[in-house]
């Protein structure tokens, strides 16, 4: 290689928005500017050129680049530096993979918060069927309480029979003819679950249309309940206006009672 020597001339290369300025270089005469001290300030560069004309490498006369690789340099004007087209490529390939991905990180951000609205509206709506299914459950439960209550505490069990008003009482003395008697039913009122506070309920009471069947089905159990009206009548267990009710439709003397509980 012939004589190479630093020249103290600066030359300003431009790098995209960047310029620097680098040292030219006499080589056989020519002054040069190096493409290893271009590349010492922009790594990636490979080429130069001057307003819109790419600058070749100087060559030989058999048209090879001469080592090391270099161009005139231009004092007066600033030489553009340009990087390899692969290199260019890739970097808008880099940079349509980065936006590509930037924008399929904003389409699964929008989807997973889109499944986190949907799973959160299925919460919302999942808690408020619980809560309506526990509302009804409670619901339910007091309703069957209340059933249960009604079946077991406020349905009369104890019911007796009285000869109506009308009914003489020659015809009650004869048990020959009870079975065409006409009565009415009564009820012994439950209250209370102490059987001292146990009273007849207050009602003029059921009228009877199938004497004979209806003796015949709760006879016997028309003896017991004849028992406790007859006590509580005599013990003073019925109150006047339930006595004056009963009284008013019913032979409910004693008399009539202690010959009817034979049966």
């Not at 003489?168 to 008697?181: K, P």
């Not at 406790?228 to 032979?251: E, P, Q, W």
Request: aromatic share 8%; proline share 3%; with cysteine.
């Amino acid at each position: 290689m012939a004589e190479n020597m630093r020249n103290s001339r600066i030359q300003k290369v431009k790098f995209g928005d960047e310029i620097a300025e680098i040292q030219t270089v006499l080589v056989d005469g020519i002054e040069c500017l190096l493409l290893e001290d271009v590349q010492e300030e922009f790594p990636s560069v490979n080429r130069f050129r001057i307003g819109k004309v790419q600058q070749s490498f100087i060559r030989d006369g058999n048209g090879n680049k001469l080592q090391p690789l270099r161009i005139k340099a231009c004092i007066d004007q600033i030489v553009e530096t340009m990087e390899p087209k692969r290199t260019v490529q890739r970097s808008n390939q880099v940079a349509e993979v980065v936006e590509a991905k930037e924008e399929s990180n904003e389409a699964l951000y929008d989807l997973v918060k889109g499944i986190k609205n949907d799973v959160r509206q299925v919460q919302q709506t999942s808690d408020l069927i619980l809560n309506n299914t526990q509302e009804m459950l409670i619901q339910i439960n007091r309703v069957m309480t209340q059933m249960y209550e009604l079946h077991e505490y406020t349905t009369p069990r104890y019911f007796f029979i009285l000869p109506e008003k009308h009914s003489e009482v020659a015809l009650i003395n004869n048990i020959q003819n009870w079975f065409h008697l006409h009565y009415k039913l009564f009820f012994l009122c439950e209250c209370s679950d102490d059987p001292n506070k146990m009273h007849i309920a207050p009602h003029d009471g059921y009228s009877i249309k199938k004497t004979r069947d209806f003796i015949m089905t709760y006879g016997p159990y028309l003896r017991t309940t004849l028992n406790i009206v007859k006590f509580l009548l005599t013990a003073g267990g019925v109150d006047s206006t339930t006595r004056k009710c009963v009284n008013s439709s019913c032979h409910c003397d004693t008399i009539a009672i202690t010959k009817f509980w034979i049966i």
